[in-house]
């Protein structure tokens, strides 16, 4: 029924906002519907927004986007889709090997009337001491607005899947240093983490595992002086990596842009979210 998607355009551009803003403080991250595909097949993957590894399927938007690039063994390249599309990537036979999937996010803005909302997120995310910088700022308790990005990467085999990760520059990103479809992983997958080009030391990882059954365990682990960390990993299960970066913004510094224009409070703080997703044959 083709004279429809005009109308299913619509509602999932209002889905997209609606979901945007309701799950702000929520995972964001690339879901392939395989991790490995026959050489010659098609790659599709969703973006989604959820918590506890399970969330709503965003579609494709450009105005969302500020980096959407696919990464083969050979080459990089920008990835462009149609707009309202779903799910958001729709690959066609890319080449042989490790395919990596990156998404970057343009900034977007979240007012929190409830200082309790905020300190909840903090601490989850592993910043206990927000209060006290808060307050040291002289800051509202209510009213004020975080700014944040979301940086996501996804780990696809394609045909034999032989290859590796590697950084490619996200403002924060983990990149795997073993492939997760055919190393010896017995003593876990090792992994980096990095903010602004630089290993990012001493931070929480949380690690989201989906068993065969579809039920998941979130457990917490820490980077080493060196930003690295090894996840425990398991046969048949799939994985999203998850750490956060929360900075203070100047609010002078965004008196320009849209919040001027719209009424709503500058931001005062920055994050910056990311993920990464795998699975282990």
Do not use: C
Request: charge should be negative; avoid cysteine; charged fraction near 25%.
């Amino acid at each position: 029924m083709r004279f429809a998607r005009p109308v299913a355009f619509i509602l999932l551009a209002l889905a997209a906002n609606t979901v945007g803003r309701a799950a702000l403080a929520h995972e964001f991250w690339i879901a392939p519907e395989k991790y490995q595909v026959k050489l010659g097949a098609s790659v599709r993957a969703d973006l989604r927004n959820g918590q506890v590894f399970s969330g709503a399927r965003l579609a494709y938007f450009d105005r969302n986007i500020a980096r959407f690039e696919i990464w083969d063994q050979a080459e990089a390249r920008p990835y462009s889709g149609r707009m309202g599309d779903l799910p958001a990537l729709q690959l066609e036979a890319p080449a042989e090997g490790l395919l990596v999937v990156a998404h970057e996010t343009t900034p977007d803005d979240l007012t929190y009337d409830s200082w309790e909302d905020f300190a909840k997120f903090a601490a989850h995310k592993d910043f206990p001491d927000i209060e006290q910088r808060h307050s040291a700022r002289n800051l509202p308790r209510t009213g004020f607005a975080e700014r944040y990005t979301r940086h996501a990467k996804s780990l696809i085999a394609v045909g034999s899947g032989a290859g590796s990760d590697r950084a490619i520059g996200l403002l924060t990103e983990f990149f795997a240093l073993a492939n997760p479809y055919s190393d010896d992983l017995s003593a876990g997958l090792p992994v980096e983490l990095r903010f602004q080009d630089r290993p990012r030391s001493h931070a929480q990882v949380e690690v989201f595992e989906r068993a065969p059954d579809d039920t998941v365990s979130v457990t917490l682990i820490r980077t080493d002086a060196d930003g690295r960390a090894v996840v425990p990993v398991k046969s048949g299960h799939v994985y999203l990596l998850d750490a956060v970066v929360l900075r203070p913004l100047d609010p002078e510094a965004t008196s320009g842009d849209d919040s001027a224009t719209t009424g709503k409070p500058a931001p005062v703080w920055q994050t910056h979210w990311a993920a990464l997703t795998f699975a282990i044959p």
